[in-house]
C-alpha cells in the first residue's frame, strides 16, 4: 500500500479482493433487510436482520460505533436524507426508503446502500428511485482511467438534473480500504470537466450521488444524525464500491445470487 497525492491508498489485487469479500456481505445483509421491508415492520426489525447475518459470516458491523453511530444500518425514510438511525418507527404502504449497509471483514471495509419503495408507491416515487440508481451507474460508467473526477461528476449531475432531480451537495463518496472513508472525496456535482483528481489503478471509491425531487439544501435534525431536505422533498440514493482497473471499473458490493432482488438492484 503507498501513500501519496491527497493522501490516497492505493490498493493492491490482494486488498481489493478483500474489499470485494466484505463488499459482498454488505450487500448481502442489504438485501435481506431490503427485502424484509414491508409495511408495519419496524426500521430497528430491519437493522437486527442485517447485524445477525453479518455477526454470523465472522464479520462486524461497520457503521456501529463510528462516531458514536448506534446502528448497523442506516434508515432514511421519505425526506430524510442519509444518516437515519433505525428506530421503532413501522414502515408505511408507499414510503421510500434509503437503506446503507457496511461490514468489516478481516479489517476492510464494505459499504453500500440502495434505496426501496415499501408496499405500493407512487409513480413519481418510482421515478425518483429508478433515477437515482441509474445516476449512480452512470457515475460508475464514467469512473475510468483517462477520466477526471469532473468528467465523472459533471455526466451525474447533468443526467439527474436533466431528469429533473437535484444532487445533494453535502454528504459525498469517498475512498474505502482499511478504513470506512479515505481520501479522494469523490464529488457528484459543481466539479467542472477536466478538474480533479485523475482516475488510476488501485484507486477504491463509492459511487453514491444523492438525488431529491425538490431543492438539495438539507439540515441535520437534533439527534445529531438523521439528516433531511430543508423543503420536505424527498430523496433516494444508491451506493457501489468500485475498484479503478484497466479494465474498467471493478463493482466490490455486488451481492451473491441468492440475495438479488426481484428488481435486479
Ligand atoms: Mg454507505
Ligand atoms: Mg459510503
Known amino acids: 500500500m503507498v501513500l501519496f497525492r491527497e493522501q490516497i491508498r492505493y490498493k493492491s489485487r490482494k486488498e481489493v479482493d478483500k474489499l470485494r469479500e466484505a463488499g459482498r456481505l454488505a450487500a448481502n445483509a442489504l438485501r435481506l433487510a431490503a427485502k424484509a421491508a414491508k409495511p408495519g415492520v419496524t426500521l430497528l426489525e430491519l437493522d437486527r436482520l442485517a447485524e445477525n447475518y453479518i455477526r454470523k459470516q465472522g464479520a ?53 446502500c440502495l434505496t426501496v419503495g415499501v408496499g405500493h408507491i407512487s409513480e413519481k416515487s418510482e421515478n425518483l428511485i429508478r433515477t437515482a440508481q441509474l445516476a449512480m451507474f452512470r457515475g460508475i460508467e464514467f469512473s475510468k482511467v483517462g477520466n477526471r473526477l469532473g468528467d465523472m461528476s459533471t455526466a451525474v449531475q447533468s443526467f439527474a438534473e436533466g431528469a429533473g432531480y437535484s444532487i445533494v451537495r453535502e454528504y459525498i463518496g469517498h475512498g474505502i480500504g482499511r478504513d470506512l472513508h479515505e481520501d479522494p472525496q469523490v464529488v457528484y456535482a459543481d466539479q467542472p470537466s477536466g478538474t480533479g483528481f485523475r482516475f488510476e489503478p488501485g484507486m477504491t471509491i463509492t459511487i453514491e450521488p444523492i438525488l431529491v425531487d425538490g431543492n438539495h439544501a438539507c439540515q441535520v435534525e437534533s439527534d445529531g444524525w438523521t439528516v433531511r431536505t430543508k423543503d420536505g422533498s424527498w430523496s433516494a440514493q444508491f451506493e457501489h464500491m468500485i475498484a479503478i482497473t484497466n479494465e474498467g471499473p471493478r463493482i466490490l458490493s455486488l451481492p451473491d445470487p441468492d440475495f438479488e432482488l426481484a428488481s435486479g438492484l
Open 60 to 112: 462486524v458491523p461497520g457503521f456501529k460505533g463510528y462516531h458514536g453511530f448506534p446502528g448497523t444500518l442506516c434508515t432514511s425514510v421519505n425526506d430524510k436524507v442519509v444518516h437515519g438511525i433505525p428506530s421503532d418507527y413501522a414502515l408505511r404502504d408507499g414510503d421510500v426508503l434509503s437503506i446503507d449497509c457496511g461490514a468489516k471483514l478481516d479489517g476492510f471495509n464494505g459499504d453500500t
